[in-house]
């Protein structure tokens, strides 16, 4: 049977789908490769539990021919009701985030990648960009980071250290050793979500 670490001969697009590690939730998105160029469509479901209410999420990612984000789009599903942000990077480096009655433009401290807490996904982002799946280095990477399932979206910092046993993930809610395919999307993320 070929693990998900052993399928580095994916052909693209491809369906990538994780299962969290200890919630009830899974992640499932379409990618499309071009180069460093990426466009993807997923969704998140999460059952209720202790981290979160019952709520599905859907997003859709562009970035650009460097592996820069362009855009990203998500909306929410909760029984309360429904949210949806947009989050684009103009070609002077600002950020534009609209929720439907507000706007707001930022540098987010010289961000060119987004993260959205509980996906798997959004970490390969930097990963990729900065070839970390070949490479031994470290990265202090500013991100648009989006929490779920409420869509609050704020200036965050995450480390990533790549060697021999993985690539460490240090985010604002986490700290774990992850492993990646030879494309350098996520196979394993311990305490979030692991690859089927």
Request: net charge negative.
């Amino acid at each position: 049977m070929t693990t998900p670490a052993q399928r580095d001969d994916t052909v693209w697009p491809a369906v990538l789908t994780w299962r969290a590690h200890n919630a009830p939730r899974m992640e499932s998105v379409r990618v499309q490769l071009v180069g460093n160029r990426i466009k993807a469509s997923g969704r998140i479901i999460g059952g209720e539990c202790a981290d979160h209410p019952a709520f599905s999420a859907s997003y859709d990612l562009v970035t650009d021919e460097a592996g820069v984000t362009r855009r990203l789009s998500v909306r929410t599903s909760l029984a309360s009701g429904e949210r949806h942000v947009s989050i684009s990077r103009d070609a002077e480096g600002y950020w534009m985030v609209e929720d439907g009655t507000n706007h707001h433009r930022s540098g987010f401290g010289g961000a060119l990648d987004v993260d959205v807490v509980l996906s798997p996904f959004f970490n390969t982002l930097p990963i990729r960009r900065f070839a970390m799946q070949h490479n031994a280095e470290n990265h202090q990477v500013p991100v648009v980071y989006v929490y779920l399932p409420d869509l609050s979206v704020r200036a965050a910092d995450l480390t990533y250290s790549s060697g021999p046993d993985g690539i460490q993930v240090l985010s604002p809610v986490s700290s774990s050793t992850i492993t990646v395919d030879g494309q350098g999307f996520i196979v394993d993320y311990p305490g979030l979500a692991e690859r089927i």
